[in-house]
């Protein structure tokens, strides 16, 4: 950070309020321009940028394709939720993308705000109301996601009532201290009793991140999404698929999900690339049930506004033309073979992972437990004096390139990396 970045930062921390995102106060960077995976600061350095806004950045900083859209709506009107070309060329695009059965899309402003739709619209369409997520899950924080989010309310109060939660399949660190595949998926068969000793009988959906991103872009094992699946059909229950951060290509599919059949998948982050607009996506028999499908009842102020629709439609044209989800797949399976070549899984690093584009290295202490702030802190700013800007979680340094990054600058990516890691000292 240079001596004017910080003096910016300064400045803006008399006004804005102290909450903001770790990583993004830990970068301190007053950010001038961008392009597809490059991030330029206000001194006019260069940065890979793995952080990609949490996870937003799916198509590129300014890809031009987007950004011409976007221009031409708002030339043309961008107040109201009436239809527009740009809308249903949206809903064709995200309909087409996604598995056939989830043919009827709401939109939203944010992610927490379309968790909280899914969540009302599993108990419209089921007539009941307890939910069940995991441990270390991230869902937003409006009360009813956080509720269903791991940690983060300490001090808030009550969580919003019938809310189960048990352990996510984390094989790395497997609270029931088993091993995959011997384990027969043991924390799927806890979820089960757990429903048997807790639940009033009125489970209304089973709440999961099919990658978990926050804690660490945790990978559960192949078995676990459709074991939840047939958990959820027991108690005649939905499955909500949260795909905020891995929906539309980011894990190699166009749902990370999609294994599982979710009955309602959330999008978010990036389906807008950068516009502010999320979604819930059902089949019409659950999306049309009340209350949920009265008139109003699920509406919001700028879902579906004619920019959300013109970012949707360029977004989900570019994945599609350019089969970004195949090239997730096929880069991210390149990236991942690199850093595990690179990067001996010892000393500082305990596991590096993935699925697609979404990886994570999780960092660890000398006992193996997961690093403490200071030290990744630090972990972080070698990275970014070097060059590379990368999201946090859990101990793990979390990395969301742009899907259309060149071959190129993910090596560079992962050679930079693994010149800071393994020569790490603290
Ligand atoms: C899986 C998941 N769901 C929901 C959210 C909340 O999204 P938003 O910050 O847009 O409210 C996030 C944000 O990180 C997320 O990762």
């Known amino acids: 950070m240079t001596d004017s970045q910080a003096r910016h930062w300064e400045v803006e921390l008399t006004m804005l309020g102290p909450g903001v995102s770790e990583a993004v106060a830990w970068a301190g960077l007053v950010v001038e321009r961008a392009s597809n995976a490059t991030l330029t600061d206000s001194a006019g350095r260069d940065y890979l940028d793995l952080m990609g806004g949490a996870g937003v950045n799916l198509v590129g900083h300014s890809n031009p394709g987007y950004v011409n859209a976007l221009h031409r709506q708002l ?75 791991g940690g983060a309310r300490a001090g808030l109060g009550p969580a919003m009532t019938g ?41 209304a959906a089973i709440l999961v991140e099919p990658v978990q991103g926050r804690s660490g872009n945790v990978v559960p ?12 059909d027991e108690h005649d229950a939905l499955l909500i698929a949260d795909e905020s951060m ?30 502010p607009v999320s979604a819930i996506a059902a089949s019409s028999a659950v999306m049309t049930a009340g209350p949920f499908g009265a008139p109003s009842a699920s509406s919001s102020s700028y879902g579906g506004f004619p920019l959300a629709g013109a970012a949707v439609a360029a977004v989900t044209r570019i994945v599609r033309d350019q089969r970004l989800a195949d090239r997730a797949d096929a880069a991210g399976s390149e990236f991942l073979a690199l850093l595990r070549e690179l990067i ?35 972990v972080f700013d070698r990275l970014l004096g070097v060059g590379v800007l990368v999201m946090t979680g859990g101990g793990t340094l979390r990395l969301y390139p742009p899907l259309t990054i060149d071959r190129d600058e993910l090596t560079r990516a992962a050679q930079l990396i693994a010149a800071v890691l393994t020569t790490w000292t603290s």
């Open 246 to 275: 891995t929906g539309l290509g980011r894990t190699g599919a166009i749902l990370a999900s999609e294994p599982a059949k979710p009955d309602i998948a959330v999008l978010g982050k990036g389906m807008g690339n950068g516009y």
């Open 75 to 149: 030339d043309a009107w961008m107040i109201g939720a009436h239809a527009s070309v740009s809308r249903l060329e949206a809903l064709r695009g995200l309909t087409a993308l996604l598995p056939p059965e989830l043919d009827r899309v709401q939109f939203y402003s944010g992610g927490a705000e379309a968790v909280e739709a899914a969540i009302r619209l599993a108990k419209s369409a089921t007539g009941k109301f307890e939910i069940l997520s995991f441990w270390r899950g991230f869902h937003g924080r409006t009360a009813g996601a956080l509720a269903a989010t």
């Open 344 to 378: 001996p899984e010892r000393g500082i690093v305990g596991q590096i992972r993935g699925a697609g584009l979404a990886v994570g290295i999780e960092l660890v202490t000398d006992t193996r437990g997961p690093l403490g702030k200071r030290e990744l802190r630090a």
């Open 163 to 203: 809310v189960h939660s048990t352990p996510y399949a984390n094989c790395y660190r497997c609270p029931l201290k088993t091993t995959y595949p011997g384990c027969g998926l043991a924390c799927v068969d806890l979820a089960r009793e757990a429903l048997r000793e807790q639940s009033s009988g009125s489970l």
């Open 221 to 232: 094992p192949p078995g676990y999404l459709p074991a939840l699946r047939e958990l959820a």
